[in-house]
């Protein structure tokens, strides 16, 4: 047996006499298979089936394997550090039944730095089958239903870690991502495309995710994008996608909670039986203490959103603010709110509906009417709130 399947074992048969009544579970075969899951990190994943005795009969159980692999365009655009950001949270305890709500189902077991590799791995419960009937639901009022329970547990989740005892707690993690850091996100690829000049270390960091920018269309998707504007909204537009200090201003003058960092769609989880409604929510590694209408807007800027005319964002952002004053939170009225939201429906217009539109006109997508349609409402919040 390698060091490695040796380490993944003991993380394994501990948590398994821990949360059960098999003290004497023992695994005796662990059989591990690469699968490939769509994103934009070079993370490697596997899915592992392990076989163990207890209670003197076989038992079978599944988990994912995830090892963390530096470079990819996470690491450029969050400047991470040497250790991910998920594994951290996980050490810290930040997952753990008594920091967070019962119905946020966060399903990593445990993590370990490989001996031999010196690569991070988090082994987590496999719920892929959760994961898929989230984001594979086709029918928009169970949509809208599914978006609205999502909602409800996010904000109960963000009103918790609000609160001062949490946020002490978060103050003393160095790693988490910051708003700033986070709203910075794409800048540097917009001021690279649109010619500006770098200094060195930026243009190393360029460099370094070349084939990553002309792999996905990145260049032709903004240009197509940026020929629907008219040519005063394609200024006001480079101007703050290439300079985010306006925006980074006026977010700081909000509170801030736990926030995921990463909250889309294929990120999330249900679990719904009669009463025991749980969010689940991997993908971790955007983790950060901030606002939480980046949180509820990367939601409603994406997935449905943009494939459907009729699918109504601002009805679940308002809901979203209902739940969250039921469930405690006391940081924001609605009219700050409002603002918040707003504001990071600016940011994601950015980093989504510039793309999402560009990539829709490129193939001549039937959904890009629907994209092209919610540019104007995105002009007005630009021009409100950023001028």
Known sequence: ?????????????????????????EITSIKCEDI???????????????????????????????????????????????????FL?????????????AQIDVPIIGGYKESESGDYVLVLR??????????FESDLSEIHRNYSIVLDKLALMHAAWEKPEYQARLGKLHWLVADSMRLSRGELIARHLDGFPLSESELIKIENIKGWV???RIQKARSAFYNTLSKSDAVLWKQHETDRSTLIAEFSKYPKTLVHGDFWPCNIGLHTPKDEERLILIDWEWIGNGCSSLDVAKLLSAGAA???????????????????????????DYATWNQAYELAEVYHAFIVHSLATGWAILDNSERKGCRENRTPYLNELITKHLG
């Open 126 to 135: 496999d719920l892929s089958k959760e994961l898929m009937s989230f984001r």
């Open 1 to 25: 047996m390698s060091k490695s399947i040796g380490q993944l074992k003991n993380v394994i048969e501990k948590t398994i006499r821990r949360k059960s009544n098999w003290d004497n579970a």
């Open 214 to 216: 002309e792999g996905v």
């Open 36 to 86: 490939s899951v769509y994103g934009m990190s070079l993370n490697k994943f596997q899915s592992c089936k392990v076989t163990l005795i207890a209670d003197n009969k076989e038992q079978s159980v599944d988990f994912i394997i995830k090892k963390w692999v530096p470079g990819g365009i996470t690491d450029v655009d969050l400047w991470l550090d040497p250790q991910p950001r998920e």
């Open 89 to 101: 949270a996980f050490d810290s305890d930040i997952f753990s039944a008594g920091s967070m709500p």
């Open 306 to 332: 943009l494939d459907y005319a009729a699918f109504d964002s601002r009805k679940l952002a308002d809901y979203y603010f209902k739940r969250y004053v039921v469930h405690g939170g006391t940081q924001y």
